[in-house]
């Protein structure tokens, strides 16, 4: 979030389209923190940071429903990397339209490329 999307954020005249487009603005959440920049993140974390860097609210947000195995948040840990978690109640404030679904595909795949 920090080193990925909100860096263009802060380019001059990108804010300003975002802010005046008519555009639907859909966000989809990730699926693990990345520690040192969004560890202990929950869904609406993500969404509360990126809107006010954007100085506007999203359209949309997708969010994954499932947890990933066991093996594979094992993996995550060593880099401190947690699952998010999805506060039903939070979730049901960030915007009119939220899409829960299970984003995990069961796979044999060793890290969740993001």
Do not use: H
Request: glycine share 2%; net charge positive; charged share 15%.
């Amino acid at each position: 979030l920090f080193t990925s999307i909100i860096p263009n954020l802060i380019v001059p005249g990108v804010n300003t389209a975002i802010q005046n487009t008519s555009a639907k603005l859909i966000y989809i959440v990730n699926v693990m923190t990345k520690y040192g920049e969004t560890q202990n993140f929950q869904c609406s974390d993500f969404v509360r940071n990126l809107e006010s860097f954007m100085g506007r609210t999203l359209d949309a947000v997708i969010y994954n429903n499932s947890r990933p195995d066991q093996a594979l948040c094992d993996l995550y840990a060593i880099q401190k990397s947690e699952f998010v978690i999805i506060r039903a109640a939070a979730a049901s404030r960030l915007c009119f339209l939220r899409a829960s679904t299970p984003i995990l595909e069961r796979q044999s795949w060793t890290f969740i490329l993001y």
